[in-house]
């Protein structure tokens, strides 16, 4: 494991444009607004020769610790506790505010090694800034312009010797864990409408308050990625959860940095394996949570759907058939999508969730043999035949899957152009029941047939 630098400093100093230009790509959301970023974010960073893990955190704030100020500094000293050495940003055009003064205060009793960073350093307005910034009695302020890419030579000088001490310290201990497993880690995104349960969930699967939560809509913000590893009965499964901002009605997202959530919550389902979408059990499976379910679909990726909030039901039975039917009605693309009933904040179902998502994910890998599916398609089409076409029949004379991840099919076909939706709709639903393919996307491509004369 490479060490973990922070990064700490009040709201609006350029925590998350630092962090974006060591990482090399735009991960963390960037706005003038103070408060953008409340979780911490993890990536791998690279200056010069030095590799190292970079964590983003939330501004440094004083605040009540019930206030969603105060939840959002707890996730700030937990990134202290858990990194080699801290970089302590101030804005050196602002010079040293009294929150400065008392965060360096609380550095310098973490016990922690601190780089003082004076940021926006590319006009000659913060030169009395950064002679401010030696009040602080942090050492020597290394002034940086993180939007314009300045002052990392000296940065990285810095952080040096302090990377080389924590390396030395880990190859000295031989007891450490890695992800040592030849498995990708399978990477597992949870969406959902805003205070669905979706950070409580990732906290239970982890075991820990690893996500900011509370009873306001819209706490999350960034697609946070976690890694974690799961323990099925077979296997350890290395995975990657990403947790993301919730996804309200189109029409309803206004600001510019609502619009960037979004925007990264849809990033993360891209590059998702499996979508678990979370509903809230009291108001499932509405007009929303379909919207984002034929999202993941479209995309292509395999879906499961967990239903939250399932201790404030009473009635589970007649619940769980209605929303069963929702489901099989809503999602004609991918019947029989895995449903599972859960409470994030009690823990009761959650161990069923991973099951499910493990199984779709084998699923949606899933390949068929060639002679099996050609025995399959000779059966289907005797059972029932395509339907003629201004007097002339359909043939299908051959089938192949051509790729996985969606399982995706391509059949040879005469007159493929004229093939009605309901037919192609009776291949594809035969598909799933003779091979077992229930759940995720099945696409199937008919395409004229290579000969040139197979009309004739």
Request: proline content about 7%.
């Amino acid at each position: 494991m490479t060490p973990k630098i922070a990064i700490v400093g009040r709201p609006n100093v350029g925590k998350s444009t630092l962090f974006n230009r060591l990482a090399g790509k735009r991960l963390a959301i960037v706005d003038d607004t103070p408060g953008v970023t409340r979780d911490r974010r993890e990536t791998d960073a690279r200056l010069g020769d030095l590799d190292f893990t970079l964590i983003d955190t939330p501004g440094l704030e004083e605040a009540p610790e019930e206030a969603l100020e105060g939840r959002m500094r707890q996730q700030t000293d937990k990134a202290i506790a858990e990194s080699a050495a801290v970089m302590f940003l101030i804005d050196a055009r602002a010079g040293v505010t009294p929150l400065d003064q008392r965060f360096a205060q609380i550095l310098r009793k973490s016990g922690k090694p601190v780089i003082l960073v004076a940021n926006k350093t590319e006009g000659a307005a913060s030169e009395a800034g950064v002679l401010d910034a030696w009040s602080l009695a942090l050492g020597e302020p290394i002034p940086v312009s993180a939007e314009h890419g300045q002052g990392l030579g000296d940065l990285y000088r810095a952080l040096r010797p302090h990377l080389a001490k924590a390396r030395d310290a880990d190859d000295a201990s031989e007891e450490e864990e890695g992800w040592d497993s030849p498995l990708k880690p399978l990477r597992v995104a949870i969406v959902g409408r805003p205070n669905a349960g979706k950070s409580t969930l990732v906290n239970r699967l982890l075991g820990e308050d690893r996500m900011l939560t509370g009873p306001e809509a819209g706490v999350t913000r960034d697609a946070i990625s976690i890694e974690w590893k799961w323990t099925a009965p077979d296997r350890d499964w290395p995975v990657k959860l990403f947790d993301t901002a919730g996804l309200r009605k189109k029409a309803r997202v206004q600001s510019k940095l609502e619009k960037l959530s979004v925007a990264d919550t849809l990033r993360a389902i891209q590059f998702a394996e499996v979508v678990v979408l979370l509903v809230d059990a009291e108001t499932p499976l509405e007009k929303q949570d379909m919207q984002i379910a034929d999202l993941v679909l479209r995309e292509g990726r395999a879906l499961v759907i967990a239903v939250n909030k399932w201790d404030l039901i009473e009635d589970k039975n007649a619940a769980s058939l209605a929303i069963r039917e929702i489901a099989e009605f809503g999602l004609a693309q991918a019947p029989r999508t895995p449903l599972v009933f859960l409470s994030a904040e009690t823990g009761r179902g959650v161990d069923k969730l991973m099951p499910a998502v493990t199984k779709v994910y084998v699923d949606w890998n899933a390949r068929v043999k060639t002679p099996d599916l050609n025995a399959w398609m000779k059966g289907a089409v005797e059972r029932h035949p395509p339907p003629a076409v201004a007097g002339q029949r359909i043939k299908l004379r051959y089938i192949t899957q051509t790729k996985t991840r969606p399982p995706t099919f391509v059949a040879k076909c005469t007159r493929a152009e004229d093939v009605p939706a309901a037919y192609r709709r009776y291949l594809v639903n035969g598909i799933r029941e003779a091979f077992d393919l229930w759940g995720v996307p099945v696409r199937l491509i008919l395409d004229k047939p290579d000969n040139p004369y197979a009309d004739d």
